[in-house]
T-cell receptor, first 115, second 114 residues
Framework: GAGVSQSPSNKVTEKGKDVELRCDPI?????LYWYRQSLGQGLEFLIY????????KSGLPSDRFSAERTGGSVSTLTIQRTQQEDSAVYLC?????????????FGEGSRLTVL | AQSVTQLDSQVPVFEEAPVELRCNYS??????LFWYVQYPNQGLQLLLK??????LVKGINGFEAEFNKSQTSFHLRKPSVHISDTAEYFC????????????FGTGTRLLVSP
């Protein structure tokens, strides 16, 4: 596609439910990143993929969070047993490869609200 | 670990006035520095970046930033703003030894009024 696509754009869920957020990167981009943007906070790094592997998972807030990427393309961020503090905008970005100083291209985000 | 401070959460300014958005980062031996902009209802996009060389970096839409190593700053400037510059601006830094991890500031909302 022309840009990074994320779905759903908005998700409202009840505490304790599982949610899946999807990211479709720009075609040919081998690096993919997930960030979280909470109200009044900066963008919090969660995880990045180079191809299908995730060399750095250190940003995942807890073991309720997981992410996978298949076929070097689409990625899914899964949050199990959601909590109210998980409410945030989840941003996905991709880049041509993990080069030094490379530009990240961001999607418009998935806004998650946990009631 | 790197951190970024954007002290101003919001900067109101009149059209055609100059503006400076401040960014300071935690000290490191060597870093890459970026400014990203997020227009309403759009994803973030790169405004400019400093990798090496000249400390004055020019970006899109007339913006520029200056890398100051001694003050660990990377302030963003524009001599004359337009209404269309109204957006949220994020400063970001990555350590050259761990460049994949881009650390963002909390953002500064620039509000340009006529």
């Amino acid at each position: 596609g022309a840009g990074v696509s994320q779905s759903p754009s908005n998700k409202v869920t009840e505490k304790g439910k599982d949610v899946e957020l999807r990211c479709d990167p720009i075609s040919g981009h081998t690096a993919l990143y997930w960030y979280r943007q909470s109200l009044g906070q900066g963008l919090e790094f969660l995880i990045y993929f180079q191809g299908n592997s995730a060399p750095d998972k250190s940003g995942l807030p807890s073991d309720r969070f997981s992410a996978e990427r298949t076929g070097g393309s689409v990625s899914t961020l899964t949050i199990q047993r959601t909590q109210q503090e998980d409410s945030a905008v989840y941003l996905c970005a991709s880049s041509l490869r993990t080069v030094e100083g490379g530009e990240l291209f961001f999607g418009e985000g998935s806004r998650l609200t946990v009631l | 670990a790197q951190s970024v401070t954007q002290l101003d959460s919001q900067v109101p300014v009149f059209e055609e006035a100059p503006v400076e958005l401040r960014c300071n980062y935690s000290s490191s031996v060597s870093v890459y520095l970026f400014w990203y902009v997020q227009y309403p209802n759009q994803g973030l996009q790169l405004l400019l970046k400093y990798l090496s060389g000249s400390t004055l970096v020019k970006g899109i839409n007339g913006f520029e930033a200056e890398f100051n190593k001694s003050q660990t700053s990377f302030h963003l400037r524009k001599p004359s703003v337009h209404i269309s510059d109204t957006a949220e601006y994020f400063c970001a830094v990555s350590d050259r030894r761990d460049f994949q991890k881009l650390v963002f500031g909390t953002g500064t909302r620039l509000l340009v009024s006529p």
